[in-house]
């Protein structure tokens, strides 16, 4: 049986906000505006944090470890009290890391240096993993590593004038709307089992490998939302953070458009995606299975499954191997026209 736990704090926005503003395409946000954040950060501060971005993990484990309240100055202090060599360890070696990888970057780290090996070995491996890193994040990833000294100051740096410049403010925007979701996910009924309220919470996610897992914590975030992350920091143990943004609400401050409405509606105005979706109400498909049906490309087919995903409007189920298998949520077409209507007539 799993237990369930619930954690709270703006230290996880903190990172992922700052994973969100690096691939702001995976979460509909506008590049342009995700970019234009980026830029009150000196020239130096951005280029770490874009190097880092290209290879690094959201800390989701060691964050859970921060004392209260948990926010982004005890992140900071965190980093802070750590020797230099000690920062990118901590932010990016996670706990359900490849031990072989783990090896050869703390290998690279001592020495100081990569060999030709090493390269070859740790790009195979992110490429076997599905996350093939291109040319430029491999390099980035090696020069980080084998400065380690230099990249853990140089981020403790960049962190410290990304909190100044921006999350300082945002983290007193979003922690009204964290306490909010923590509150109404806690005072679900008691008699959901543990899938049923993880699909609830994540707007339609079913990890099968949860069901070996003994611990489940819960964690709100107003940056991941609608999508979720998930680490394991133990054996038996798994860390899941939830989007805790309101449909009406934006990633942007002062949009008077909600971020839900405008996914929706750009998804639903593809007729590859509507061609998808009726598909997908058919019966649930891989998306290996989707492209053959369609006859295109299975990245093509990935790319619309995501801003299906952004939208709320399929379900997936994660088996224990990873592999995706994904139906139509039609019920959130009732959301959607609700959202609409709200919007237009909002008197």
């Not at 458009?257 to 405008?262: A, K, Q, R, S």
């Not at 139906?327 to 709200?342: F, H, K, Y």
């Amino acid at each position: 049986m799993t237990t369930l736990d619930w954690d709270f704090g703006a230290a996880y926005d903190f990172f992922i906000s700052l994973f969100v503003l690096h691939h702001a395409d995976r979460f509909g946000l506008r590049p342009s505006w995700a970019a234009g954040v980026r830029q009150r950060l000196s020239a130096a501060g951005r280029e770490v944090l874009e190097q880092v971005q290209t290879f690094a993990p959201v800390p989701l484990a060691w964050a859970s470890t921060l004392p209260a309240p948990k926010d982004s100055q005890c992140a900071l202090d965190a980093l802070a009290g750590l020797p230099l060599n000690e920062r990118i360890l901590s932010l990016c070696l996670t706990p359900d890391m490849d031990e072989q990888v783990r090896q050869t970057l703390q290998a690279i780290a001592a020495r100081a240096a990569w060999t030709e090996a090493e390269q070859e070995y740790l790009r195979v491996h992110y490429l076997r993993r599905g996350d093939a890193l291109r040319p430029a994040a491999l390099n980035n990833l090696l020069t980080a590593w084998s400065r380690a000294d230099e990249t853990g100051e140089r981020l403790l740096l960049a962190l410290r004038e990304y909190a100044q410049n921006f999350f300082l403010e945002e983290e007193k925007r979003i922690r009204p709307y964290l306490q909010l979701s923590l509150e109404d996910s806690q005072g679900l009924p008691a008699s959901m089992q543990v899938d049923e309220l993880v699909t609830r919470l994540s707007r339609g996610v079913r990890f099968e490998s949860l069901d070996s897992v003994e611990a489940l914590t819960l964690i709100p975030s107003y940056w991941s939302a609608p999508l979720v992350f998930i680490t394991r920091p133990a054996p038996g143990q798994a860390l899941l953070v939830y989007g805790a943004r309101p449909d009406e609400a934006s990633l942007v401050p002062g949009s008077e458009v909600p971020d839900g409405l405008v996914g929706a509606l750009k998804a639903l105005g593809d007729p590859t995606r509507l061609r998808i979706l009726r598909d997908l109400a058919e019966a649930p498909l891989t998306p290996s299975e989707l492209a053959r049906r369609l006859r295109l490309r299975p990245p093509t087919v990935i790319h619309h499954l995501r801003l299906l995903r952004l939208a709320g409007l399929v379900h997936i189920t994660v088996s224990a191997s990873n592999e995706r298998v994904y139906a139509a949520r039609l019920e959130e077409l009732d959301s959607i026209d609700a959202s609409l209507r709200g919007f237009l007539l909002p008197n």
